[in-house]
């Protein structure tokens, strides 16, 4: 597995997991096995024109873009049984950690990775039970005839969501406090944030020195570092397809965040004014 920390923000972070066996297929258990199983099946009612697949996918799709991408990053990562049962030496090893070293510190990444990974672990435990809880309530909704139980795979599909990010991020934690991180600057990664950086910080340029690059992120407003056209160089620079889809996910989210924020602000401003 190689993990990738990917600055959306001067303050937020995507973590990525990688695995480094694509042949890796044999080892999954049947819970993986089935989700694949349910992906397909949800690739093929993609294909669908008309009818209550298509309303059921369209409806899946906008619900998944809500999902925090902070719990789609967690899911990547593989829980830690299941790391261990593929590499029994699993526990001994150093994981990679690339990321931009213009844009990070060396002696942050700990403490970042330790924050992803626990500051949404009771979220996750207690959404995944609730949803467990949920789920069999809805048993009334299979005597409709046709359309399958929608609202019981809902609230299953989200307690298995919450159930693998409990897991990753508590894998996570488990490397962190093991000192089993090997954070790795990449060349590629710097070029890319040096560009982004120059573009929306005032007084920088590509050619800035790393220490001072990442002094104007430190002091300056949370403000978005990427565009959504540089979630496909992600994935190229890092050799992951998968991370393009996550990395859109956070810029999307962020910035909406963050544009949220920006709105508040003024009309508490504005609200002072009259006030005054």
């Known amino acids: 597995m190689r993990l990738f920390l990917i600055p959306i923000s001067t303050r937020r972070a995507l973590i990525y997991a990688r695995p480094l066996r694509r042949d890796a297929s044999k080892e999954l258990s ?33 619900v998944q873009q809500r999902i925090p991408f902070e719990e789609w990053g967690l899911k990547s990562i593989p829980s ?5 049962r593929i590499d029994e030496n699993y526990n001994t090893k150093q994981i990679d950690v690339l990321y931009p070293g213009n844009s990070v ?20 435990r207690k959404k995944m039970w609730w949803s467990f809880v949920i ?3 809805t048993a009334p909704f299979a005597l409709v005839p046709v359309v399958p139980n929608i609202p019981f795979f809902y609230m299953a599909y989200r307690g298995w969501s919450h ?4 897991n990753g991020s508590r894998h996570l934690e488990f490397l962190v406090e093991k000192n089993l991180l090997n954070p790795t600057t990449l060349p590629e990664l710097e070029q890319l944030y040096a560009k982004r950086a120059s573009r929306i910080l ?7 020195q790393s220490s001072e690059l990442i002094e104007d992120i430190e002091q300056g407003d949370d403000r978005v570092l990427l565009k959504m056209s540089d979630a496909k160089k992600l994935a ?17 989210q962020v910035t909406e965040q963050l544009e949220a924020q920006k709105k508040k602000e003024k009309e508490a401003q504005s609200e002072e004014k009259k006030n005054s």
């Open 163 to 166: 159930w693998r990010a409990l």
């Open 135 to 137: 789920a069999p309530l």
């Open 202 to 208: 005032d007084g920088t340029s590509v050619d800035t």
């Open 80 to 84: 830690l049984k299941s790391q261990q």
């Open 30 to 62: 049947l819970l993986d096995r089935t989700t694949s199983k349910a992906a397909e099946t949800w690739a093929k009612w993609e294909e669908a024109e008309s009818g209550w697949k298509k309303h059921l996918v369209t409806w899946g799709n906008r």
């Open 236 to 252: 190229s620079i890092l050799d992951a397809p998968e991370l393009a889809l996550e990395a859109e996910r956070a810029i999307v």
């Open 105 to 124: 510190r060396l002696e942050n990444v700990p403490n970042m990775l330790r924050k992803i990974a626990t500051e949404r672990q009771e979220f996750h």
